[in-house]
């Protein structure tokens, strides 16, 4: 994450602890009711570029390899010779511990980094778009493709404090993303990490747009 050049975008939601076994009624149905709609490769780049007004744009090999390295650590750890260091869960590290994980995951980033792209297999690409109406200063936001497996990510949302009605529009533009991808039968069946995002964003989006779980 420390090597991401803009912020990314997390969502989650937060609820009081009475409305917890409501609400996880309601995402059981949900997920219950989830149909195959996922878009081909080239239809997500349509959507990007003719629903969202991106533009591809070429990246820098260094970017590239950035992305490539980033990829590797969170998808593909397997490719990286240097052991992970997992760090202690029932009780604070020493600094000792931390510095060892610090130095850990340099090493494999350093690896990461070092695999050429043409023995990866993987391919990325870029879009942008500025968005200036609708916000008082202007937003750029980047979508990176890894189009090998289909996994992308939103960076961007500009400097600077924006307004909750600035702020709910950068969120529908970011979870209409997700949401256009879809999920596969396999998505569904095996109740994969893009299943469960897909579930979450509607959720939230649902949430955040004042619509009761018995209205949907």
Request: glycine share 4%.
């Amino acid at each position: 994450m420390s090597h991401e050049a803009e912020a990314q975008y997390i969502y989650w939601i937060s609820y009081k602890e009475d409305e917890k076994a409501e609400l996880q009624a309601w995402k059981e149905e949900l997920e219950c009711s989830i149909e195959p709609c996922d878009k081909t490769i080239e239809q997500f780049k349509c959507f990007l570029v003719e629903e969202l007004g991106m533009q591809p744009v070429p990246m820098q090999d260094s970017e590239v390899n950035r992305h490539k390295a980033i990829f590797i650590e969170n998808h593909h750890k397997d490719w990286i010779q240097t052991p992970e260091i997992k760090l202690p869960n029932d009780r604070t590290p020493t600094e000792a511990e931390l510095k060892a994980k610090v130095a850990c995951f340099e090493q494999r980033f350093a690896e990461a980094l070092a695999i050429p792209l043409e023995e990866t297999g993987l391919i990325f690409s870029k879009y942008e778009a500025e968005y200036v109406q609708d916000f008082e200063r202007p937003v750029k936001l980047t979508v990176v493709l890894e189009e090998s497996h289909y996994i992308y990510e939103v960076h961007g949302g500009g400097r600077g404090r924006r307004t909750l009605d600035e702020k709910a529009k950068l969120d529908d533009i970011v979870q209409s993303i997700l949401l256009y991808k879809g999920v596969s039968a396999e998505d569904i069946r095996t109740k994969s990490q893009n299943f469960k995002e897909y579930v979450g964003t509607i959720i939230s989006f649902q949430l955040r747009n004042g619509v009761k779980h018995a209205e949907i």
